[in-house]
C-alpha cells in the first residue's frame, strides 16, 4: 500500500449538505477529512424511535451507511462482523483525521474511529468540544483521540504538510486546511461565510492559501440553488445585499423584538454558535431583561466566554434533583454560582426576562406567562421544514398563542460571494462539493472537476486526475 503518488478518494459529501470525506495518501501516509453525519430525518434509519446499540455501534453506522466503509480507521472488534473491511490493526497506514469545525455534518462520526486514529481539531474547537462532552452533547462511539492543531502551524503525517487556516463559520475555532504532498497541494476551504463576524479571515484565508500555492481547492457550495430555477450566472460579487442579516445584526433585530415586546421574551439558538450566546448577554444591558439560559448553554458560556453576567433556569425537576443530591457535579456548580431564575419569577414580571427555550425543553412551556410574548426563533432546532419536529413546534406555538418571529442568518456563502472567493482563488481545478448542484460553481479559468464516488484520483506533478 505504499503509494508513489499521491492518491483521492471521496467518500461523501459529493452532493449532500454535510457529511464531507475525503481521504489523501501518499506513500504510507494517509489524511481524512472531515467525518461528519448528514442529518435527514426524512431518510434517516435512525428516526428516534429505533433505539441505538451501544455495544454494536461502530458496526451499525457502518453497515447501514452513516459513515463510509473506509479500511484502516474502525476498530478490529467493532468491525469482526463485516466481510472484507481492513481494520486499523490489519493496516500498516499512518492515518490521521483532521476536523474543519464542530458541525454534526463534519465530526459527528468522529466517534466510529478506532481511539487509535489521531483526530486533530484547532485549539478552540477541543475547548468546545469538550465542553458540549459534559453537558452530554458528545459523539456516539468512541472517545475520539483528539490532539490539538493550531492555526498557520503546518504539521505532518508522514510526509504530508497539513495547515490549518481560520475562516469564518457560525461556530467558533472553525477552519480551512492547505494538504500539501510533494505531488502537489489542497486547500480545502470547510464551511464559511462572508457575513460573519469576521470577515477579514476570508480575505486572510484567501491570500494565505494563495501564499502557500495549491493546485486543487476543494470548495463548499451550500447556498446554490438548481440551474433550473435561476438560469443566470453566478456573478462574483463580495458586497453583502441589504436583505441578507449579518451576524452581527442579529441581536440588533432581537432588541428591537425586545423593545415591542410587553410580555415574556424567549430564544431559541444553537449554543455551538458561542459568538451569539456572548451577544445574547449583551442585550441584558441594552433591553433591561435579565437573560436566562438553560443549564446546558450556561455552562458553554461559563466555561468559554468571559461574560458572566446571566441567570440560569430551575426547572421544577431540576428543583428536585437538586433537593435530592442527584444532579450531575457540573449543574450544581452552575448553581451555587449563579442566579436561578424559576417560572415564578418570570411570570411576576415577564417584560423582565429575556429566557432560553430548547425544543427538547419546550414543555417548560406551559408552566410560563407567555402572553403578549416573542419565541424568537434564532437558528435553533429544529430548524426547518425537512424536519418533522419544525412542524410539531409550530403546532405548539399556535396551540399556546405564543408569536414566532424569525431571526437569524446562515453559516454559508451567497452564491456570488462563493463566486467571488473561487475566483479570487483562481483554482486550477475546482472540486465544489457540500452542495445540491455543485456544478453550478464554475471557475474562469481553470478545470471544474465532479469527482464520483468509488474512483480514485491520482495527484502528480500538480495536476490531478482520474485513475
Ligand atoms: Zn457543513
Ligand atoms: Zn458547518
New binding site residues.
Partial sequence: MNLEHTEVKFWGGLRTI?GTIISVQYKDARVIFDYGLIFSPASSIFDGKIKERNVNTVHDYVKLGLVPPIDGVYEKSDIAALDGLLSVEEDNRETAVIIS?L?L??MGGMGMLSPQIPVYLTDETVDLYETLETIGEKVPGHRPNLKKCHFHETFQVGEIKITPIPID???IG?CGFHIATPDGAIFYT??FRLHGRHPELIEQAITKAKELAFDVLIMEGTTLQDIEESKNLIVPDATLPDQLTKEKEVVEKMQAILQETTGLGLFNIYHRNVERVQDIIALKNTSGRKVVFELETAYVADQLLDSKDFAVYVSADTKMEHAAGTLPEWKQALLEKYEHVEAKDMNANPAGYFVQTTYENSLELLDWNVENGAYIHANGTPLGDYDPAYHNLLKLLKYIGLERFVVGTG??AMPQHLKYVLEKLDPKILVPLHSFHPERLVPDNGRLLLPEYNATYIINEHNMHKQ
Fill in positions: 454535510g469545525h458541525h455534518d463534519h463559520h457560525d461556530v472553525a470547510g464551511d453559516g454559508h
